[in-house]
């Protein structure tokens, strides 16, 4: 069916009515003019196609937004605005369409006619015939470009306030040693003649100096961007994360403990899950200002929702102040902080986005009675940490990695 | 000179300590404000030389108090940590100024400091 929306339809008969049958078809034909008329003056772009991927219909808006003027567009394949690289997508969108489902929100880039790249959310939903055979697909193209301008934006601003946060840590964590060695030399060239002095002095600031580069070697691999996943040892960077905040830990007597499965591992990208984690220790650190206990867990697992993809779950637990039930439901939006002067108020949102971006799920539980107080966030990981990759600024790569787990959601 | 070093390091207190005596003060280490508070009531130190971010009583805090004890007392404060200067900043609106040396120091520095009276220090 080559239908063109913006053809007018031939204007009905008027006067009597002849016959029920035409009163009806009469009906139809107004029913039909009316959703025409809608889908034409829709914002969002509305484009039809059959089963074989040509594009049967093209609204104004559609018009607007990839450059292609109706004529040009109806009659043509729809991979003329599929980026090369992810025309793999459209017989898996198609054999959806059969299989009578629908796809919504798909998050993807589409290419306009001057070639420029478009991120859009996707709703496809099949037409059906009289008979309710599937004939095509009916695709609400919705162009998402500013929002996800406006979430790089956001996470960049967080990476610098992550950034801030990590520069103040890491002054305290190596000034100190610094400091240390700085005294332990003078005492060494002072005592210069009594050798087993200096060497009791030099052993030492060797070890001052290994604290040191530890925590440089640490924090300077902290935000180095992967850009792929590589398979990484969990634990290992759990006990990083606690050695780093251990000054912190001692002063504010909380005391840790690590309950550890043997050789949990992950393929996932060590940069942000390592940001996710250490978001919620200092979190964790934040809610014990009175000391507690700060219980770290890593174990073999499964998903929630489905007991055969195994995986890995982390849980930090603390005894600390615990969520008000008032702010449960706003952890995770971007901008919430109880914590004024020293909060963002992106932690969790950030932390929430790169473990879901990775394909994983995270929860929360907490009491924030006056006896029973405390919080354990759990975080389950898949072993192969299928990307959905929605925040890369590059583009092309942006689109290679949403191909690659996308489609096997949507 | 009596001086009482305090530190929740060890190792630092240790050291100064050390640099201290070596150079013929006579230097008390302390890891925490609300000891090195008592300590300064019964010892009456000239000088005081204080970390300023200390689990329990903070280096500003330990400082006020001691200076409403020994108005005399020298104080000097080290940091390592740019986090200090919020706590430098509301003593400062409460009427208190504090020098605060930033770690790591050079102990010729710290010690020319303690030789030169406070109103000459410059900073």
Redesign the interface.
């Known amino acids: 069916m080559k239908q063109v929306f913006k053809d007018r339809p031939r204007a009905p008969e008027r006067g009597a009515a002849v016959n029920p049958d035409m009163a009806a078809l009469q009906e139809a034909e107004k029913a039909r003019r009316l959703l025409a008329a809608i889908v034409e003056s829709s914002d969002d772009a509305i484009a039809s196609k059959d089963l074989n991927g040509v594009i049967t219909s093209w609204n104004k808006s559609a018009e607007r937004l990839f450059g292609y003027t109706t004529e040009e567009m109806v009659g043509q394949p729809v991979t003329l605005i599929i980026p090369p690289e992810l025309h793999a997508d459209e017989p898996q969108i198609l054999a959806k369409i059969r299989a009578g489902e629908r796809i919504e929100h798909f998050e993807t880039v589409r290419v306009a006619k001057d070639g420029h790249l478009i991120d859009v959310s996707l709703t496809i939903s099949p037409v059906r015939d009289e008979k309710g055979t599937i004939i095509g697909a009916a695709k609400i193209v919705r162009d998402i470009t500013e929002h996800k301008k406006i979430e790089r934006a956001l996470r960049t601003t967080e990476k610098l306030a992550a950034a801030g946060r990590l520069?103040?840590t890491v002054?305290?964590e190596?000034?100190?040693p610094?400091?240390?060695?700085?005294?332990?030399v003078?005492?060494a060239k002072?005592d210069l003649q009594d050798a087993q002095k200096v060497g009791a002095y030099l052993e030492?600031a060797s070890r001052?100096l290994d604290r040191v580069a530890h925590i440089a070697r640490q924090t300077l691999g902290f935000y180095r961007d992967t850009s792929t996943p590589v398979p990484f040892d969990v634990t290992q960077t759990l006990d990083d994360l606690v050695f780093l905040y251990e000054t912190r830990f001692?002063?504010?007597?909380i005391k840790v403990v690590k309950q550890y499965d043997q050789g949990v591992a992950v393929t996932a990208l060590a940069g942000e899950i390592r940001q996710a984690f250490s978001n919620l220790i200092t979190n964790s650190i934040d809610a014990m200002s009175a000391g507690g206990t700060l219980v770290i867990r890593a174990a073999r697992s499964h998903s929630w929702d489905s007991a055969r993809l195994p995986g890995v779950r982390i849980t930090i637990l603390d005894t600390g102040s615990g969520i008000p039930p008032q702010h449960k439901a706003h952890i995770f939006q971007p901008f919430f902080t109880t914590k004024a002067d020293i909060g963002t108020g992106l932690g969790l949102w950030i932390t929430r986005n790169i473990v879901e971006k990775h394909g994983g799920t995270i929860r929360v539980r907490s009491k924030a009675g006056l006896k029973e107080h405390g919080t354990a966030f759990s975080i389950f990981l898949t072993l192969e940490g299928r990307l959905a990759g929605t925040e890369k600024d590059d583009q092309a790569d942006a689109s290679s990695l949403r191909s690659s787990k996308r489609m096997v959601v949507a | 000179m009596k001086i009482i070093v305090v530190d929740?390091?060890p190792?630092?207190v240790d050291?100064?300590v050390?640099?201290l005596t070596?150079e013929g003060h006579d230097a008390l280490g302390l890891s925490d404000g609300k000891s090195a508070t008592k300590w300064a009531e019964m010892m009456r130190p000239d000088a005081i030389v204080t970390d300023v971010?200390?689990?329990g009583m903070n280096g500003i805090e330990t400082a006020k108090a001691i200076m409403q004890l020994l108005p005399k007392c020298r104080i000097i404060l080290?940091s390592?940590?740019?986090?200090s200067t919020d706590l430098l900043a509301k003593a400062r609106a409460e009427g208190y100024s504090f020098e605060v040396l930033?770690?790591?120091?050079?102990?010729?520095v710290l010690l020319e400091k303690l030789n030169t009276p406070e109103n000459s220090s410059g900073s």
Request: charged residues 20%.
């Open positions: 520069a103040a002054a305290h190596i000034n100190n610094l400091e240390a060695v700085t005294n332990l003078y005492l002072r030492l001052e001692q002063t504010r007597k | 929740d390091e190792i630092i050291t100064l050390n640099i070596g971010l200390m689990p080290f390592g940590q740019a986090a930033a770690k790591p120091i050079n102990p010729d």
